[in-house]
């Protein structure tokens, strides 16, 4: 036996993972303008200025490197204190603020990158519906929850349902429309959509 064959083995080299949540970002940016298809590994490491050999090493695959980023899609204000003005209208509309503005539109044109991956992907869609859609939906049956209980709301109405309605008529108009998604947008289904489904008639102020 050899001095080489009783030598202790080297430890692997330890990966770097600080610059993941960069690439991860930048591999957001590139699906929401490319979509899943045409998007490629060498693209997010030059978006990233990072090593296309780096992210095989840490994602074998460009299905791999899309759920981690997805999994990983800031969350917005979804852990931020919910409104509590007294009254729901109010309620909803101050959720609407130009930087969740944005953050909305984006996370639509990642749904829209991801479309041809969707139905083929269980995991990538269940990964899409709690980074993206359930957040915003859950906020609303909170709110609608508690309007429930001041008597604002009759009980026995299908809140989950009406509380996705706002998040499936923005992604009608980008998507399908191609309009944008603003704030006249968002109050107007709030005023001509939400709050009637939930029976309440909405005080408009002048």
């Not at 298809?37 to 990072?50: F, G, P, W, Y």
């Not at 429930?148 to 299908?158: A, M, N």
Request: net charge neutral.
């Amino acid at each position: 036996m050899t001095q080489l064959d009783t030598a202790p083995a080297r430890p692997g080299r330890k990966r770097d993972h600080t610059r993941d949540p960069e690439i991860l970002n930048a591999a957001l940016d590139v699906l929401a303008e490319t979509g899943y298809d045409r998007m490629t590994v060498d693209m997010v490491a030059t978006r990233a200025k990072a090593g296309k050999a780096t992210l095989y090493r840490r994602w074998p695959s460009k299905a791999e490197l899309v759920i981690d980023a997805v999994a990983c899609l800031k969350v917005g204000d979804r852990d931020a204190p919910l409104p509590d003005t007294g009254s729901l209208r109010e309620d909803l509309v101050s959720q609407i603020k130009p930087h969740s503005i944005d953050d909305g539109q984006r996370k639509l044109r990642i749904m829209t990158g991801l479309a041809s991956m969707l139905s083929t992907s269980p995991e990538l869609a269940r990964t899409a519906n709690e980074t993206i859609v359930r957040p915003r939906i859950e906020r609303n049956l909170a709110l609608f929850e508690r309007a429930v209980e001041r008597g604002e709301i009759e009980p026995g109405l299908d809140l989950e349902l009406i509380a996705g309605l706002s998040t499936a008529l923005a992604a009608n108009r980008m998507l399908l429309e191609g309009k944008p998604v603003d704030r006249d947008f968002l109050v107007g289904v709030i005023d001509a959509v939400v709050l009637p489904a939930l029976g309440i008639r909405a005080d408009i102020p002048a």
